[in-house]
């Protein structure tokens, strides 16, 4: 039988609705309306086209959008008084800058310059620590919009065998810490792992967060497993595509989800809560 499909547009749909509906009370239950900032250095379109989904999903929630372009010659000096200047910034809950920067820029001093209490995507150490200690205040948003399209099943994490193939610090990683936290025995694989196909058929709940397409075949799923797909791959005919093998894989398992419209509209969905969740944060100091 073929796998149950975890349908993230739908899900992210639904999640998009109550957050709006939230927003539209808070400038008269709290005086405030949620503000994102947006930074992009150089003209990645990938890059682009991301901070322009966000942005307009922004508008959409009710959330006032900033977008900051700057060009590719950017200097580090300037791009650190830009995020110094949205610190300070009243109007603005959450910060994202969209990776990666150009080569010139140290990424994790850009990261680390952005306020922790404004830090919508969770890449700043402290909170990597908050959620490594189990007591996050932002969780990075395609993590938690994993978690959430796994919950969305009805079945249990806690005491799962996790498979998390791909340990980058915003997936991987916080993917495992989550899982973790949830009870789960976990094992992180990557490019390293022996027999990674024999590993990832232990699985109850496979992850796969590579940026390989296809790379997850049916072997490598156990009958009636879980299977996450993060990865978007652009092929060569310009479709987008998972790093798993959708069509076989599905014949395996017992949850799937596609590419597109799984995890990516999960991901954009929890930026909008994190903002949310920030502003609200900062409305009760
Ligand atoms: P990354 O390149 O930082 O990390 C990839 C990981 O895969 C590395 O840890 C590496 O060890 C592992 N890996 C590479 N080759 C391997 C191999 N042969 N065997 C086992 N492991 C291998 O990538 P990332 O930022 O974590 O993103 C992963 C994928 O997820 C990409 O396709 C990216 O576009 C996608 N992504 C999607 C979303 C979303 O919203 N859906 C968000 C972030 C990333």
Known sequence: MSASIIDGKALALTLRDTITQEIQTLPRTRGITPGLAAVLV???PASAVYVKNKKLACEKAGIYPQEHRLPAST???NLLR?????????RIHGILVQLPLPSHIDTKVIL????????????????VGRLVEGDPVFVPCTPKGVIHMIDSTGEAIAGKRAVVIGRSNIVGKPVAMLLLHRHATVTICHSRTKDLPGVAREADIVVAAIGKAHFVT???????AMVIDVGINRLADGKLTGDVDFDAVKEE????????????????AMLLQNTLESAKRMAKK
Request: charged letters at 20%; glycine letters at 12%; zero cysteines.
């Open 42 to 44: 150089g003209d990645d």
């Open 75 to 77: 200097t580090q000096e």
């Open 82 to 90: 830009l995020i110094v200047q949205l610190n300070a910034d009243s």
């Open 112 to 127: 680390q310059a952005v306020s922790p209490e404004k830090d919508v995507d969770g890449f700043h150490p402290v909170n």
């Open 218 to 224: 049916s072997d490598m799923v156990k009958k009636g």
């Open 253 to 268: 398992a017992g949850w799937i989800t596609p590419v597109p419209g799984g995890v990516g509209p999960m991901t954009i």
